[in-house]
C-alpha cells in the first residue's frame, strides 16, 4: 500500500462529468443533481482508510440525504484488485447499507477528471456544482496494528470536517478555505493508465 494524499483540486472548479454505471443497475450521471449540493467520494471496498471512514460516512450521509447528492466512485483496477469487483461493491453496498450510488469508473477516466488521487478522496460542491470543499473526512486516521492490520475503534471517525463543509453549504454560509489533503491508499491504476500527478 502506498500511502497518498488529495491533490487538492482548486477551489471553485466545475465538477467534472460523469456517467457510470452503480451496483443497483443504474447509471448515475452529474445532470441527476443538479440544482443541490453534491459529495462526491472516491473509495474502494478493501482500503484500511476506507474502512475506517465507512460508518460515520453513512451516518452523515443519511443525515443529509434530502438536502444534498451524493455518489461513491470506484475507480481501482478490478482485474488485479479482485476486492474491489463490481459484484463485491454490490456486497459492500449490502453490507454498510449506503443509500447512496456506488459506481464503477472503469476505465479510471472519472477519477483523473477529478484528480482523485487516494481512496477515500472527498469533493464537495456547492448547488451550482462549483467545488467549495476537497481533502479529508475528518482528522483521524486508523491505527496500524501491524503490517496489513488496522484498528478503527481506537481513533473513530466522526466526520467532522465534512458536516461542517456541508452544513456551510446548506446555509450559504463560507466554507473555511484552510483544508486538509485526505491520505489513503494510493488509487490502483491499470498499468500504462497512471495520471500525470500519479507518483509510486
Known amino acids: 500500500?502506498?500511502?497518498t494524499?488529495?491533490?487538492m483540486m482548486k477551489l471553485g472548479s466545475d465538477a467534472p462529468n460523469f456517467s457510470l454505471p452503480a451496483t443497483d443497475g443504474s447509471t448515475v450521471t452529474l445532470d441527476q443533481f443538479s440544482g443541490k449540493p453534491l459529495l462526491v467520494a472516491f473509495i474502494c471496498n478493501h482500503c484500511p482508510f476506507v474502512i475506517h471512514v465507512?460508518?460515520?460516512?453513512?451516518?452523515v450521509t443519511d443525515k443529509y440525504a434530502d438536502q444534498i447528492g451524493v455518489v461513491a466512485i470506484q475507480s481501482n483496477d478490478t482485474e488485479n484488485y479482485p476486492a474491489d469487483s463490481f459484484e463485491?461493491?454490490?456486497e459492500e453496498v449490502a453490507n454498510r447499507g449506503y443509500g447512496f450510488?456506488?459506481?464503477?469508473d472503469e476505465e479510471q477516466s472519472?477519477?483523473?477528471a477529478y484528480s482523485a488521487a487516494c481512496t477515500p478522496d472527498f469533493f464537495l460542491f456547492d448547488e451550482s456544482h462549483k467545488l467549495v470543499y476537497r481533502g479529508r473526512f475528518d482528522d483521524t486516521r486508523p491505527t496500524r496494528v501491524e503490517s496489513g492490520v488496522y484498528d478503527s475503534e481506537q481513533n473513530p471517525a466522526t466526520g467532522a470536517e465534512m458536516v461542517a463543509a456541508i452544513e456551510a453549504v446548506l446555509n450559504k454560509a463560507e466554507v473555511p478555505q484552510k483544508q486538509y489533503p485526505a491520505m489513503g491508499c494510493n488509487i490502483k491504476w491499470k498499468s500504462g493508465n497512471e495520471p500525470d500527478y500519479f507518483s509510486s
Do not use: N
Open 88 to 90: 463485491k461493491m454490490k
Open 1 to 3: 500500500m502506498a500511502l
Open 101 to 104: 450510488p456506488y459506481a464503477l
Open 5 to 7: 494524499e488529495s491533490t
Open 54 to 59: 465507512a460508518g460515520a460516512l453513512k451516518t
Open 110 to 112: 472519472v477519477a483523473k
